[in-house]
Structures are given as structure tokens and as C-alpha cells.
């Protein structure tokens, strides 16, 4: 198993070390002597040997190159991050859901293995597994493996139910990820359990949030605000300070991504926009979304013109730059705004909004103001 990842990395060149934050920026003279002593299985290049040592505290010092470094390809695109949807299934009926239907579906255990070599061929190195509960999946722990094994470094975005599971535990710390992302619904089992819907949630993800905890796993823990549990703020960061891991929290709910408005009932009327300014985003030139089945899109929100990437193949990531500039275009209800400057959401997270006819204070600058009135 490889010790370090040699990669390109947004057209300049780096070594990482999965499961750790720290990085080291190298010229690609120095990529292209890694790769060439791989090639060829020889030493460690020296330089490699003492920057690995003074970064990780890695002893590399008489290992062969082929076994010691991974060498991601140069590729054409120029994407470094990705989330795939390994499932929209959940073990969770959340209210605040924004997927429509959470149905059990997808590609096979092949077809997955072989999306994850295009993700990496198309230059990914950061990969988000989400869903659903991606963890449910049941080709989900050799989906993980497969993009660890192709020198990813990877979070998973889950509910926490199932990390205290003995495979699990055993998974991440043998394969460590980047990170862990946990939502954390309520304080308590009374509001955590309203908003899942599912007896016993809470108490499953404190297990889950604990065991990984104790097995030295990386966690962060979003806090998911909603009426259910807005009452309870001050006691979720404590909960999550108690954990000694770090947290952010978020409080604007949206409609499903096909405009549904169903979430929009879970709102809490103080959390109501409060999001920073939207300042641009790299959706569809250096970073996008893949559903359950191969279909890529700018992102988990904007899915208009999907590519098809198990028929398309890397060809067809070439389109999405400009199929995300169009729909970050401020066209329909946003034509001519003067405050897009200073929105706190983008065109396509506006337009499932008014598809869902949400009330424009929810979103809008416009409705603030009225609101204020």
C-alpha cells in the first residue's frame, strides 16, 4: 500500500498523504522525477524523504518508489473535486430533505468501480461520498476502497447511524478518510427524532459520533437548524464542542432540487436567509456532481443538462463549463436585478425557490425588505 500520493493538482503539482491535512507543493520537475522513479523502482528521491519526515513524521528512507508513492496521471481537465451520490436511499425520512425521492437504485458494483477510474482520470483528488446514507449503500465500502486506492483523499457526508459498526470503524481507520461529515439534527432524541422521523436516530448517531471519536477518525458535525430544533442551538454546539470537533452550522432550508416545497416546512422563521453573500463558485469548471447513475451535473442543486458519464465518458466533462455559465445566468425572476452583487444564493438554488413559489423573504433581498415594512 502506498505511503503518499504524487499529483497534479489545479495545473501545479503536490504530495499528500491521505488522512492528513498537511500537504507539500512541488514543482513538476520534482512530479516528474517521482514519476520517473516509480517507473523505473528506484529509492526515494532524497528531497521527498526529508520533506515526508519534517510533514508526517513518514520514514521513507530505503523504500522503493513503486511501493512507497502513488502516481496520479496529468490529465486534460482540469476538475479537483467531486461529490457522488453514491445512493439516494436513507435509513432517515428527514423532512428537510432536499432530494425528492430517496429511492434505492443506482449503478452495480462494476459500473461504479469503473465511474470512480473516469472521476480520477478527469483529475479529481477531492471525493465527497454522499446520498441518501451512502454508508447503506452495499457497495459502498468497495466504492471507498477502490477511490482510496486511486490516491483520493475522502470525506463522507453522512447521518452518523453507522459508524460505530465494527466495518465500518474497521474501514476508516485502516483507509483513513479526510474527513467525516456528520449532521446533527436536535440536541435531544425528542427534536432529533421529529425532524428523521425514526425512533432511536439520535441515540444512533451519538453511538456512531462516539465511536469514531475514540477511533481517532477526523469529524466534523454540521448543525442542521431547523423548527424542530432552533430552540436548542446553544445545546447542539455544546454537544458538538463536548466532542472536541469542529462545526458549522446551517439554517436555510430549500426546496428539493426539482423545486419541490415540501422542506420548507421544517423552517426556523429566525434562521430565515441567513447565509454570507454569495461569492461565485467553481461548480462546472473545477468542481461537480454524480448521481446514482453516472449522470454528472454542476452541482447537487443545478441538474439541468445532466452528462451521461458511462456513455459520454471524459468527452462529455468537457461540456460542463458551459452548461454551468448558462445556468448561473440571472435570467427568469432575477433578470435585471440590481442586488445580485449582494445575493445571498445562486441562480440555480433561486430558481428551484420560485419553482417551489417560496416566499421571497426565504431567499430574496426583495422580500427581506418587504418583510421589514
Known amino acids: 500500500m502506498h505511503q503518499v500520493v504524487a499529483t497534479p493538482q489545479d495545473e501545479k503539482f503536490a504530495i499528500v498523504r491521505q488522512g492528513e491535512r498537511k500537504a507539500l507543493h512541488i514543482p513538476r520537475a520534482y512530479y516528474n522525477e517521482v514519476a520517473s522513479a516509480v517507473t523505473e523502482r528506484s529509492p526515494v528521491p532524497g528531497w521527498l524523504i526529508d520533506a515526508a519526515e519534517a510533514a508526517w513524521g513518514l520514514r521513507?528512507?530505503?523504500?522503493?518508489?513503486?511501493?512507497?508513492?502513488?502516481?496520479?496521471?496529468?490529465?486534460?481537465?482540469?476538475?479537483?473535486?467531486?461529490t457522488y451520490e453514491i445512493n439516494q436511499g436513507c435509513n432517515f425520512g428527514c423532512e428537510h430533505c432536499f432530494l425528492p425521492d430517496r429511492k434505492f437504485m443506482g449503478l452495480s458494483g462494476e459500473e461504479k468501480g469503473h465511474l470512480l477510474t473516469l472521476l480520477r482520470d478527469a483529475g479529481v483528488l477531492w471525493l465527497q461520498f454522499t446520498g441518501g446514507e451512502p454508508t447503506i449503500d452495499p457497495d459502498f465500502h468497495a466504492a471507498y476502497r477502490t477511490a482510496y486506492d486511486m490516491g483520493m483523499l475522502l470525506e463522507i457526508l453522512t447521518n452518523g447511524s453507522r459508524l460505530h459498526h465494527p466495518a465500518v470503524i474497521n474501514l476508516l481507520t485502516s483507509l483513513p478518510p479526510h474527513?467525516?461529515?456528520?449532521?446533527?439534527?436536535?440536541?435531544?432524541?425528542?427534536?432529533?427524532?421529529?425532524?428523521t422521523q425514526r425512533a432511536g436516530s439520535f441515540k444512533a448517531v451519538m453511538k456512531g459520533i462516539t465511536a469514531a471519536k475514540e477511533a481517532g477518525i477526523p469529524l466534523e458535525i454540521t448543525l442542521i437548524i431547523t423548527k424542530y430544533s432552533a430552540h436548542e442551538v446553544e445545546a447542539m454546539r455544546e454537544l458538538a464542542d463536548r466532542y472536541g470537533v469542529s462545526r458549522k452550522e446551517y439554517g436555510t432550508i430549500s426546496p428539493t432540487y426539482k423545486g419541490g416545497n415540501e422542506p420548507l416546512a421544517t423552517q426556523a422563521e429566525d434562521w430565515v436567509n441567513r447565509s454570507s453573500v454569495f461569492a461565485g463558485c467553481p461548480a462546472g469548471h473545477r468542481f461537480f456532481h454524480v448521481d446514482p447513475h453516472g449522470w454528472a451535473t454542476m452541482c447537487k442543486i443545478g441538474r439541468e443538462n445532466p452528462v451521461n458519464l458511462m456513455s459520454e465518458g471524459l468527452s462529455g466533462l468537457a461540456r460542463l463549463p458551459g452548461i454551468a455559465d448558462s445556468q448561473?445566468?440571472?435570467?427568469?425572476?432575477?433578470?435585471?436585478?440590481?442586488?445580485?452583487?449582494?445575493?445571498?444564493?445562486?441562480?440555480?438554488?433561486?430558481?428551484?425557490?420560485?419553482?417551489?413559489?417560496?416566499?421571497?423573504?426565504?431567499?430574496?433581498q426583495h422580500g427581506m425588505k418587504e418583510a421589514t415594512k
Open 328 to 364: 448561473m445566468l440571472r435570467s427568469g425572476g432575477c433578470a435585471g436585478c440590481r442586488l445580485s452583487k449582494t445575493c445571498r444564493v445562486c441562480r440555480p438554488l433561486a430558481k428551484v425557490y420560485q419553482e417551489a413559489k417560496a416566499p421571497l423573504r426565504t431567499y430574496c
Open 60 to 82: 521513507l528512507s530505503g523504500q522503493p518508489s513503486d511501493t512507497a508513492i502513488l502516481v496520479r496521471p496529468l490529465t486534460t481537465l482540469n476538475f479537483s473535486r467531486a
Open 179 to 195: 474527513k467525516i461529515t456528520v449532521s446533527l439534527y436536535g440536541a435531544t432524541a425528542e427534536s432529533f427524532d421529529a425532524l
